[in-house]
């Protein structure tokens, strides 16, 4: 899975199946995490956030699950289709300090 | 509804030349930022702003400045752009309610080549 800062990872999943994406954040005392979503030669696309005081939130397909205790997001995306390939990138933000991005994890929806 | 504009969206540059960014928002957001995305490293803050009049330096800034005369523009400024700087480019805002940063919006990305 995904890191705030290491290289990046690759996921392949068939079209209809659920996809699972994984980021390890680094600050402990950061209490807003948000995934955002970036097809090829566009800006990154919000889409799904959390705050600290949940382990999980539900949108559309995706669901953002949260554990504290081993600082770890994970994003999952339901009966996943081809529009859903694109990197994906989760953020961190601590209180009062900027948003930090995780590297990103490439999505691939395969036919 | 426009949202981030950004221009241009490609440039190729000659080392030690000077290239400014330009970032445009219709939404009157208080923040601005402008990022780089480099393979393999994600999205890194250059430079930002909190309000019309304000910025301050984010994780890579050097070799970069930005000004907000106005709640509208934040452009970005390479002075003598250098190899390391090829890049893309992208500027986002936001609506800072809460005290984080809260949802970004992104623009479409500059990417600058410097050769």
């Known amino acids: 899975g995904e890191s705030v800062g290491l290289h990046l990872p690759t996921l392949s999943v068939q079209e209809g199946d659920n996809s699972i994406i994984n980021c390890a954040y680094s600050?402990?005392?950061?209490?807003?995490f948000i995934w955002y979503k970036q097809e090829s030669g566009k800006g990154p696309q919000f889409i799904i956030d959390i705050r600290s005081n949940m382990d999980k939130r539900q949108g559309q397909r995706v669901t953002v699950l949260l554990n504290k205790t081993v600082k770890h997001l994970s994003l999952q995306i339901a009966a996943t289709q081809p529009g859903d390939s694109a990197v994906y990138f989760c953020a961190e933000n601590p209180p009062a300090r900027q948003l930090t991005f995780g590297s990103g994890t490439q999505l691939t929806v395969l036919p | 509804i426009a949202g981030i504009t950004q221009a241009p969206t490609s440039q190729i540059l000659a080392a030690g030349r000077r290239m400014t960014l330009r970032c445009t928002q219709d939404m009157r957001h208080n923040a601005m930022y402008w990022y780089r995305q480099d393979l393999g490293l994600g999205l890194r803050l250059i430079h930002y702003?909190?309000?019309?009049?304000?910025?301050g330096k984010g994780e890579v800034p050097d070799g970069y400045s930005v000004s907000r005369a106005n709640t509208d523009d934040f452009p970005l400024t390479l002075a003598s752009a250098v190899p390391s700087q090829t890049s893309v480019y992208f500027c986002a805002s936001s609506d800072t309610a809460g005290g984080h940063t809260g949802e970004l919006f992104f623009g479409e990305g500059s990417r600058l080549t410097v050769l």
């Open positions: 600050n402990s005392a950061s209490d807003y």
């Open positions: 702003s909190n309000t019309a009049g304000t910025t």
